[in-house]
């Protein structure tokens, strides 16, 4: 199993949702985050005075597939996500060595 995490804009979350279902992806986890990468933040004007924002509102989705699909979901994410701006965002892969289903106690693949 593989834990795939994508770090994206925030207006493409409908568009990751609907790729991610289409592919047969139950569930997902998704927090609102910030930070930043190489666009180093930037500057907004308020009231007229410029200020500096260093950090960048992102939505962070996690989701846990079987090995033979992790590839299949990075290139739905990177599909939907891509904007061609600076600032699109991660995907990340990471190996999952256990995982349990609280309410029914099935473990592993069957409790994705």
């Known amino acids: 199993m593989k834990l795939v995490i994508a770090i994206i804009k925030p207006f ?3 568009d990751v949702r609907e790729a991610l ?3 047969g992806v139950e569930g997902m986890t998704v927090s609102e985050v910030k930070g ?9 004007i308020y009231r007229g005075a410029e200020y500096a924002v260093n950090f960048v509102p992102k939505v962070k989705i996690e989701i846990v597939v079987n090995d033979e699909a992790a590839e299949r979901a990075v290139e739905a994410i990177q599909e939907a996500a891509k904007t061609g701006q600076i600032g699109d965002g ?3 892969v990471l190996d999952v060595g256990h995982a349990r289903r609280i309410r029914t106690g099935e ?3 069957e409790a994705v």
Request: net charge positive; glycine share 10%.
């Open 90 to 92: 991660k995907i990340f």
């Open 21 to 23: 279902t289409t592919l």
């Open 107 to 109: 473990a592993d693949q």
């Open 36 to 44: 930043y990468g190489r666009q180093k933040g930037h500057t907004e």
């Open 12 to 14: 493409k979350l409908d």
